[in-house]
């Protein structure tokens, strides 16, 4: 899988007249980059944090995020989802008011699949990024291209980003295709358990599975979807833990983190 090398977001940042981060609104924290968060402030550059997929999240919760990035680390921050048109149009509307130059370059950076293609698609108004809903997936970005979406304001869709140091759950189920993932059972495991931290009966709506065990959930939905493995016809947890990877990077698992302000569940 082809990720942003370095050098290249280096030059790409010392290019770009505004940079948009793009995290997911449902865990900012953990999809944020602080290496390129310091890359832009050092250079100088305008930064925007994106909270993207705010359709996966109350929007209360997604203005708590914006509110508390804004006073607690006087960061720009604002709500996006390439589903709801209000919102499309108050990024666009921001992304103009960082326009001084002609033309303006914004750099759209992030994780991977934390929806950075979606985003210039949703504010070009058409499909010409290439999307893709897991890492490596087919149609996931390869090189940065620019995509014009106002007169004079280009946006450069970019390869993800992935830091060199962090074992964090966000960045370990986007680092590579699902398919290369070691040992899926152990990092869905504690995937579960992290979603779970955060809604106690995400796997209840998701699935109709009641319980909190990460191997039970995985075996439930083994046996549920009909998945066995070996002439002992074994539930084949593996490809259970693969489906929940997948569908929490999809959205189909609803749980998010709340902003420390309102009351935070979990580490941030
Ligand atoms: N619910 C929801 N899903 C979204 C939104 N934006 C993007 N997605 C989904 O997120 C997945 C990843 O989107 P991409 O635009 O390919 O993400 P990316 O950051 O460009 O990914 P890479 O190119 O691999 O780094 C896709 O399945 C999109 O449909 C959104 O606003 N809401
Ligand atoms: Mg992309």
Same mark, same amino acid.
């Given at each position: 899988m082809i990720l942003i090398k370095w050098r290249d977001l280096d030059t790409l940042i010392s290019e770009a007249d505004v940079v948009l981060e793009v995290v997911e609104a449902r865990n900012p924290i953990a999809t944020r980059c602080r290496i390129v968060e310091n890359m832009v402030k050092r250079k100088g550059k305008d930064l925007v944090v994106v909270l993207n997929k705010c359709d996966l999240v109350p929007m209360r919760i997604c203005r708590a995020w914006v509110e508390y990035l804004r006073s607690v680390e006087g960061l720009t921050a604002i709500c996006f989802s390439s589903k709801i048109r209000e919102t499309r149009r108050d990024l666009k509307k921001l992304i103009k008011s960082f326009s001084t130059t002609n033309p303006t370059l914004v750099a759209v950076v992030g994780y991977p699949k934390v929806g950075k293609s979606s985003l210039i698609n949703a504010l070009k108004g058409k499909n010409s990024a290439?999307?893709?809903? $897991?890492?490596g997936s087919p149609g996931y970005t390869k090189v940065s291209q620019r995509y014009k979406i106002a007169p004079g304001i280009y946006l450069i869709d970019t390869p993800g980003v992935i830091p060199v140091h962090s074992d964090d759950i966000e960045l370990q189920i986007r680092a590579r295709p699902i398919e290369k993932i070691g040992n899926p059972v152990i990092l869905a495991s504690k995937l579960?358990? $992290?979603i779970i931290e955060n809604n106690r009966y995400a796997f209840k709506?998701?699935?109709?599975?009641?319980?909190?065990e990460p191997i039970e959930i995985l075996e439930s939905l083994a046996k549920h979807r009909g998945w066995f493995v070996g002439k002992d016809k074994e539930l084949n947890i593996s490809e259970a833990a693969k489906?929940?990877?997948?569908d929490y990077l999809r959205g189909r698992i609803r749980m998010y983190i709340q902003p420390p302000s309102t009351g935070a569940q979990t580490s941030l």
């Amino acid at each position: 899988m082809i990720l942003i090398k370095w050098r290249d977001l280096d030059t790409l940042i010392s290019e770009a007249d505004v940079v948009l981060e793009v995290v997911e609104a449902r865990n900012p924290i953990a999809t944020r980059c602080r290496i390129v968060e310091n890359m832009v402030k050092r250079k100088g550059k305008d930064l925007v944090v994106v909270l993207n997929k705010c359709d996966l999240v109350p929007m209360r919760i997604c203005r708590a995020w914006v509110e508390y990035l804004r006073s607690v680390e006087g960061l720009t921050a604002i709500c996006f989802s390439s589903k709801i048109r209000e919102t499309r149009r108050d990024l666009k509307k921001l992304i103009k008011s960082f326009s001084t130059t002609n033309p303006t370059l914004v750099a759209v950076v992030g994780y991977p699949k934390v929806g950075k293609s979606s985003l210039i698609n949703a504010l070009k108004g058409k499909n010409s990024a290439s999307t893709s809903p $897991y890492p490596g997936s087919p149609g996931y970005t390869k090189v940065s291209q620019r995509y014009k979406i106002a007169p004079g304001i280009y946006l450069i869709d970019t390869p993800g980003v992935i830091p060199v140091h962090s074992d964090d759950i966000e960045l370990q189920i986007r680092a590579r295709p699902i398919e290369k993932i070691g040992n899926p059972v152990i990092l869905a495991s504690k995937l579960i358990l $992290y979603i779970i931290e955060n809604n106690r009966y995400a796997f209840k709506e998701a699935y109709g599975i009641d319980s909190t065990e990460p191997i039970e959930i995985l075996e439930s939905l083994a046996k549920h979807r009909g998945w066995f493995v070996g002439k002992d016809k074994e539930l084949n947890i593996s490809e259970a833990a693969k489906a929940i990877i997948r569908d929490y990077l999809r959205g189909r698992i609803r749980m998010y983190i709340q902003p420390p302000s309102t009351g935070a569940q979990t580490s941030l």
